[in-house]
């Protein structure tokens, strides 16, 4: 696969057939590689454009502790470990970002209740405002993105994501 540019964009990809990329002296997985960097960008440019049209005005808080709090809004409080395992954060980092969200009053924690080695992490009411508020924008953001979507193509989009995740 070749990227097609128009200024620095790339617009689409050409998919060569792995003979012809060995008539040209090319190897099909490096463009199969390439092909998978510049859709990962995509998905990351995807994810920026909605979490940042979402972001509640005034809330000092990055994409990724929006998506923290959304996780604990979705599963409920969590031990630090299993907030980490399921955001897909090392439990250093885990412990940072609960560090400036917690002194910024958005998330508590406390010690379980079954096992007081464990530390548990649940949102503030501050954290459920702040979420309520970016939920609006998000429902918002998501219609408008996906009106550019047929049915048919959101749940082929669903369907390819629910693949890569397993």
């Known amino acids: 696969m070749r990227a097609q540019r128009r200024g620095a964009r790339i617009t689409s990809f050409t998919k ?15 463009d199969r590689q390439e092909h998978i960097r510049h859709l990962m960008r995509q998905v990351r440019r995807l994810n920026r454009r909605v979490h ?11 994409i990724g502790q929006i998506s923290l709090l959304h996780t604990l809004q979705e599963m409920g409080p969590l031990r630090a470990t299993d907030l980490a395992h399921e955001i897909g954060l090392s439990a250093s980092s885990m ?5 400036r969200l917690e002194a910024e009053g958005y998330v508590v924690r406390h ?7 464990e530390v548990v992490v649940s949102l503030t009411p501050l954290a459920a405002r702040v ?3 970016s939920q609006e ?9 996906f009106s550019a979507l047929s049915d048919e193509e959101i749940e082929t989009v ?3 994501i629910a693949k890569l995740i397993g």
């Open 95 to 99: 412990t940072g970002q609960i560090d």
């Open 111 to 117: 010690r379980s209740s079954e096992d007081r080695r």
């Open 131 to 133: 979420l309520g508020e």
């Open 137 to 145: 924008r998000m429902a918002e953001e998501l219609d408008e993105l």
């Open 16 to 30: 060569y057939p792995t003979a012809k990329c060995l008539a040209e002296g090319r190897d099909a997985r490096i």
């Open 52 to 62: 940042g049209r979402v972001k509640p005005i005034g809330a000092d808080v990055t």
């Open 158 to 160: 669903a369907a390819i």
